[in-house]
């Protein structure tokens, strides 16, 4: 029995194949979603969901109360920064992660 220094050309088509398919195909090792996040995901969209004609609803009675000369500026000035921040947080917390180098 000798030995042969022969390439088997199945295992190095295999070994080519699998290779490719790694270097291709990176997003489908990466697609993995943790529960977490879709469920933090899930709630955001129904927190905004609630939250759009709340805020509607808020900027129709500031503006009555104001036309009546019946509040503070300063309830106003609340009620936007609270809109703002509501409907910008996760613009907000993307920019904060950015700040500190977090993905």
């Known amino acids: 029995m000798t030995k042969t220094?022969?390439?088997?050309?199945?295992?190095?088509a295999?070994?080519?194949?699998?290779c490719a398919a790694l270097f291709a195909l990176?997003?489908?090792a990466l697609?993995?979603?943790?529960?977490?996040?879709?469920?933090a995901n899930s709630l955001q969209s129904n927190i905004l969901a609630w939250l759009t004609?709340?805020?509607?609803?808020?900027?129709?009675?500031?503006?009555?109360?104001?036309?009546?000369?019946?509040m503070s500026w300063?309830?106003?000035?609340?009620?936007?920064?609270g809109i703002a921040i509501a409907f910008g947080a996760p613009q907000i917390v993307s920019w904060i992660r950015g700040m500190f180098g977090v993905g």
Do not use: Y
């Open 5 to 12: 220094n022969s390439i088997d050309i199945r295992s190095v």
């Open 14 to 18: 295999a070994h080519a194949l699998l």
């Open 26 to 28: 990176p997003d489908l």
């Open 31 to 39: 697609a993995q979603t943790s529960p977490f996040m879709t469920g």
């Open 53 to 70: 004609p709340v805020a509607i609803i808020l900027v129709m009675v500031l503006g009555a109360m104001a036309m009546a000369n019946r």
């Open 74 to 81: 300063g309830w106003c000035i609340c009620a936007v920064i």
